[in-house]
């Protein structure tokens, strides 16, 4: 009697409980085992460990140490290198983005968009070579400059401030911000210029009233992705300061390597924590603003 | 007329190819020097190529990005097709856990990997690759998931599965053949990217390519400038050799 029930009870069970699940999660497991192994464990044990004191009881005394001195001047300069370098990258950036795309032809858009993607990714030691090369010390531009009467190094300037490190920063920024900034060009659509001037507009009323109020959105989105990429840049600023200027992610790499040390452990990581968080308040929006201008730039 | 119309654009690429170019040249120009001879010469670059270091750490890197792009293409392919073809809850979750790398600072994902992988990951190089898989998954996983969008994905996958393709087959010789300019996109953003990634690479003790330049800079700095200069174009020869093979502007991406 027993024995029957059973029997005929595991086909049933046997759908809901097993099959299902596997059939419909098992395709995605590599991903999700790869990404959730070398990606999802350590920044969730990074955030977990940030909240433990030396010895292994939960604490906010990382916090407490991360936002005193010189940490917080770390974060302060992080911030400000962060959204000067996008300010001053964004509307150039944008600028730029609409003459290569409106103006200029296929053959053109296709090798600068190369070349942006390389310039975009250089950083480190070979961009702070360039620099060197062309506004260090002994660099052509200093040079040249100094000829006509313009001696950069008479002040304070060295490429290792935080000026310095601005005008460098730009070297990726700029490229990066005509990249993201590209889509939403090609996506103006002709017909809406048409339209507006049929209606009677000028070129100053059709910018007004349709092209910059459809631009804004990804314009911030790509301010906003522009701050985040300054903010953590680590490469380029180790190769050009030499612990003069407080900066997160080099304060991180210090105590990393042990170069620092801090009575705290886990200080490091909850400075990276922080910076976690920083970066997710700016790329969560770029994220959400991307999705949605989407949905017009598709044709 | 005409050149007035292009006035703007002329003036941009002016002013952009003077801020870019500025730099690079006069790093050019360092990298040529002969000071002990004065004039200029190929002197640096011959001593970069004939250094034992180079090959070996060029081989390293490159077989670092090539394992990257591979690991790319097998996990992403398999798992994008699927989650077009099958309408799986997991979709939307997926979407979202793809883009989660931009929003971590590669510092503090070296951090996180640092204390997190046991010790038989983090004595083998062969964990780099996954790493800079995760670091290069939000452009693969999009450059994938646009190419999949722009075909008839349905249709083109039962044509084949009626013809007595196996799944394996199906998308070697049906899918990715359809989407080969997002799988070429893919293969070139991975390796180049992995090819000069530094920041988590120097973090987590490791020597490739790019952080043997900075070794090299304490030595002989004409040399790591010569590198320097090397590392930039040689992705700047794959990207545009990649871009020149793929059809202009193709209807892909568009529907």
Same mark, same amino acid.
């Given at each position: 009697?027993?024995?029957?029930?059973?029997?005929?009870?595991?086909?049933?069970?046997?759908?809901?409980?097993?099959?299902?699940?596997?059939? !419909?999660?098992?395709?995605?497991?590599?991903?999700?085992?790869?990404?959730?192994?070398?990606?999802?464990?350590?920044?969730?044990?990074?955030?977990?460990?940030?909240?433990?004191?030396?010895?292994?009881?939960?604490?906010?005394?990382?916090?407490?140490?991360?936002?005193?001195?010189?940490?917080?001047?770390?974060?302060?300069?992080?911030?400000?290198?962060?959204?000067?370098?996008?300010?001053?990258?964004?509307?150039?950036?944008?600028?730029?983005?609409?003459?290569?795309?409106?103006?200029? !032809?296929?053959?053109?858009?296709?090798?600068?968009?190369?070349?942006?993607?390389?310039?975009?990714?250089?950083?480190?030691?070979?961009?702070?070579?360039?620099?060197?090369?062309?506004?260090?010390?002994?660099?052509?531009?200093?040079?040249?400059?100094?000829?006509?009467?313009?001696?950069?190094?008479?002040?304070?300037?060295?490429?290792?401030?935080?000026?310095?490190?601005?005008?460098?920063?730009?070297?990726?920024?700029?490229?990066?911000?005509?990249?993201?900034?590209?889509?939403?060009?090609?996506?103006?659509?002709?017909?809406?210029?048409?339209?507006?001037?049929?209606?009677?507009?000028?070129?100053?009323?059709?910018?007004?009233?349709?092209?910059?109020?459809?631009?804004?959105?990804?314009?911030?989105?790509?301010?906003?992705?522009?701050?985040?990429?300054?903010?953590?840049?680590?490469?380029?600023?180790?190769?050009?300061?030499?612990?003069?200027?407080?900066?997160?992610?080099?304060?991180?790499?210090?105590?990393?390597?042990?170069?620092?040390?801090?009575?705290?452990?886990?200080?490091?990581?909850?400075?990276?924590?922080?910076?976690?968080?920083?970066?997710?308040?700016?790329?969560?929006?770029?994220?959400?603003?991307?999705?949605?201008?989407?949905?017009?730039?598709?044709? | 007329?005409?050149?007035?119309?292009?006035?703007?654009?002329?003036?941009?690429?002016?002013?952009?190819?003077?801020?870019?170019?500025?730099?690079?040249?006069?790093?050019?120009?360092?990298?040529?020097?002969?000071?002990?001879?004065?004039?200029?010469?190929?002197?640096?670059?011959?001593?970069?190529?004939?250094?034992?270091?180079?090959?070996?750490?060029?081989?390293?890197?490159?077989?670092?990005?090539?394992?990257?792009?591979?690991?790319?293409?097998?996990?992403?392919?398999?798992?994008?097709?699927?989650?077009?073809?099958?309408?799986?809850?997991?979709?939307?979750?997926?979407?979202?856990?793809?883009?989660?790398?931009?929003?971590?600072?590669?510092?503090?994902?070296?951090?996180?990997?640092?204390?997190?992988?046991?010790?038989?990951?983090?004595?083998?190089?062969?964990?780099?690759?996954?790493?800079?898989?995760?670091?290069?998954?939000?452009?693969?996983?999009?450059?994938?998931?646009?190419?999949?969008?722009?075909?008839?994905?349905?249709?083109?996958?039962?044509?084949?599965?009626?013809?007595?393709?196996?799944?394996?087959?199906?998308?070697?010789?049906?899918?990715?053949?359809?989407?080969?300019?997002?799988?070429?996109?893919?293969?070139?953003?991975?390796?180049?990217?992995?090819?000069?990634?530094?920041?988590?690479?120097?973090?987590?003790?490791?020597?490739?390519?790019?952080?043997?330049?900075?070794?090299?800079?304490?030595?002989?700095?004409?040399?790591?400038?010569?590198?320097?200069?090397?590392?930039?174009?040689?992705?700047?020869?794959?990207?545009?050799?990649?871009?020149?093979?793929?059809?202009?502007? !193709?209807?892909?991406?568009?529907?």
């Amino acid at each position: 009697m027993t024995h029957l029930v059973i029997e005929e009870g595991a086909p049933t069970r046997g759908r809901t409980f097993f099959t299902f699940p596997l059939k !419909s999660y098992l395709p995605a497991l590599p991903l999700l085992l790869v990404v959730g192994y070398f990606f999802l464990f350590p920044i969730t044990k990074l955030i977990y460990v940030s909240f433990l004191s030396n010895e292994n009881t939960l604490t906010l005394g990382n916090f407490v140490t991360a936002f005193k001195d010189p940490y917080k001047t770390g974060f302060i300069n992080s911030i400000k290198i962060g959204l000067f370098s996008a300010a001053i990258a964004a509307l150039p950036g944008a600028f730029a983005a609409y003459f290569i795309e409106t103006r200029g !032809s296929s053959k053109l858009r296709r090798t600068i968009a190369v070349m942006n993607g390389v310039l975009a990714n250089t950083g480190g030691v070979p961009l702070a070579f360039m620099f060197f090369a062309a506004i260090g010390v002994q660099g052509q531009i200093t040079k040249i400059l100094k000829v006509l009467g313009w001696d950069i190094y008479a002040g304070q300037f060295s490429l290792g401030t935080f000026t310095g490190l601005l005008i460098v920063y730009l070297y990726f920024q700029l490229p990066l911000m005509i990249i993201i900034f590209s889509p939403a060009i090609v996506a103006l659509r002709r017909e809406w210029v048409e339209a507006a001037y049929n209606l009677g507009a000028n070129q100053f009323n059709y910018w007004r009233t349709v092209g910059i109020p459809l631009l804004f959105p990804s314009f911030v989105a790509s301010f906003l992705l522009l701050f985040a990429s300054g903010f953590s840049a680590y490469a380029t600023a180790n190769a050009l300061t030499v612990g003069n200027l407080p900066l997160t992610p080099l304060q991180i790499g210090g105590l990393l390597d042990g170069n620092v040390s801090a009575s705290q452990l886990n200080l490091g990581k909850a400075l990276s924590s922080v910076m976690i968080l920083i970066s997710a308040l700016a790329i969560i929006p770029y994220l959400i603003i991307q999705r949605r201008s989407a949905r017009w730039q598709k044709r | 007329m005409k050149f007035k119309r292009n006035l703007p654009l002329i003036l941009t690429l002016t002013l952009f190819g003077f801020f870019v170019f500025v730099p690079m040249i006069s790093a050019f120009e360092y990298s040529i020097r002969t000071p002990l001879e004065g004039g200029y010469g190929w002197k640096h670059y011959i001593w970069a190529v004939t250094q034992d270091d180079f090959v070996y750490y060029i081989m390293r890197s490159g077989w670092l990005a090539f394992l990257t792009v591979l690991i790319t293409l097998l996990i992403l392919v398999p798992t994008i097709t699927w989650l077009h073809l099958s309408q799986s809850p997991l979709r939307v979750l997926i979407d979202a856990i793809s883009l989660l790398p931009l929003v971590i600072p590669v510092v503090a994902f070296a951090v996180g990997a640092q204390i997190s992988l046991p010790e038989f990951v983090q004595s083998t190089i062969l964990e780099l690759p996954f790493l800079y898989f995760v670091l290069c998954l939000p452009y693969a996983y999009r450059s994938l998931d646009i190419g999949l969008s722009a075909i008839p994905l349905k249709t083109l996958t039962e044509a084949a599965r009626s013809s007595g393709a196996n799944p394996i087959r199906t998308i070697n010789s049906v899918i990715v053949p359809a989407i080969r300019g997002s799988v070429m996109a893919t293969v070139a953003i991975t390796f180049v990217l992995s090819l000069g990634e530094y920041t988590l690479t120097v973090l987590l003790h490791w020597d490739t390519f790019p952080t043997w330049v900075t070794f090299v800079a304490q030595e002989n700095i004409l040399g790591a400038i010569a590198i320097s200069m090397m590392s930039l174009i040689i992705p700047f020869l794959i990207l545009t050799g990649i871009t020149l093979a793929l059809p202009e502007r !193709s209807n892909q991406g568009r529907k």
